[in-house]
Structure formats: C-alpha cells, structure tokens
C-alpha cells in the first residue's frame, strides 16, 4: 500500500485519488450521495401481506437476497422478511414516512442513512479486485444484474448487489466501517489501476 495510506490515520477515509500503475484504471469506485436509506422488517405473521402491499404500491418485493426495483424504490432482501430500502434524492425522514404510509402496521422501518456510507464498485477488474475478500462467486454464471448478499468483507459486515452487467456493483458499508473497509478495497485493487472518486465522510 502507498505511503500516503500508511501516515493515513485509520479512522480516516482512504482519499480521492489514482492509486497503482499509472495510466491504468481497472477498478473504480465513487461515494453516492443524496440517497435515502431505511430498514424495513415485517412483522411477526405480515411477510405475506407486506409483499402483497408492496406489490400493489408497484415495488416488487423479493423475499430473496434479489433487488427490488419500483414505485421510485430499491430494495434488497437480506434475510427472512428484512430489506433495505432506498431512494434516491430523498431525506431519511421522507423515507421512513412514505413507507409507513405504504405498509401501515405491517414492518417495522428504521432510518439507516446516516449509518451507512454507499459505494458503487465498477471497472474492467472489478471482480478480480473485489474477489480478495468478498467470499461470494461472483462469476456472472453464479452471481448478476440484481443478485445481492449480506456478508462480511475483511471483517467488514456489508450487504452489497450487482446493478448491471458491466458489472457495477453497489455497497453499503457501516459507517464506523467505512475507512476499513476503503483500505482494504484500495489495497485489494491498486493492482490493476483503482480511481476513487467523492470518497465522501467517515
């Protein structure tokens, strides 16, 4: 890793920049911002009916580790009758409101924007680079567009999915987490070239 990382405090996030061989740029990632994030649980007994509420509000739920796009909404299974919900250009408040006026009485719903920093991971190499800790097949035979999984990166608790086939892939990171998990993906994919853009705050 550059020197620049080894003086970078460790609770620190890693800084924008070209990291690697110059002139090479195999792996890229950038901070998104102005995106809205809630936890959505069902309640005890109310899978069912939430799914079908959801369905008629036009976001089609999966009780699946899949992304669920619709009604301006994405959601990721990640686990039993849990998701995580987001929407773009909205505030975490405005979130939570509309999904309770969705799904009265059926979930409990939790603002989780500021408790996650979200990173979308794309580039030429991007699975080469992200193969060094995410314990996920992510060959396209056993990992695509919308597939998603909950599990822990060098430590890292994340839930991540496939946004398309170039492949892009996007990541929620805990925010206590985020300048850990930015060091080892900088470490990971500095090989092929890594540009890290709008690194955002810790």
Do not use: C
């Not at 430590?155 to 170039?166: E, L």
């Amino acid at each position: 890793m550059s020197d620049q990382l080894e003086q970078l405090a460790p609770t620190r996030l890693v800084p924008a920049g070209h990291y690697g061989p110059d002139g090479a740029t195999g792996v890229s990632a950038r901070t998104v911002e102005r995106l809205a994030l809630a936890t959505l649980v069902a309640r005890k007994g109310a899978t069912a009916s939430l799914l079908a509420a959801a369905s008629a509000a036009g976001l089609p739920l999966v009780d699946a580790p899949r992304l669920g796009t619709g009604a301006g909404l994405q959601a990721v299974g990640t686990g039993p009758g849990r998701w995580l919900v987001m929407a773009e250009g909205l505030e975490g408040p405005a979130l939570v409101a509309w999904l309770k006026s969705l799904f009265p009485g059926l979930a409990a719903i939790t603002d989780q924007s500021d408790a996650n920093l979200v990173l979308d991971i794309s580039g030429p190499k991007v699975r080469e680079g992200l193969a060094k800790g995410v314990a996920v097949d992510l060959h396209p035979v056993a990992f695509e567009a919308g597939d998603a999984a909950t599990t822990s990166v060098s430590h890292v608790g994340v839930t991540f999915w496939q946004m398309d086939d170039a492949p892009r892939y996007r990541f929620a990171v805990p925010r206590s987490f985020a300048p850990a998990f930015l060091r080892w993906l900088t470490a990971s994919a500095q090989e092929y070239g890594f540009a890290l853009a709008n690194a955002g705050r810790g």
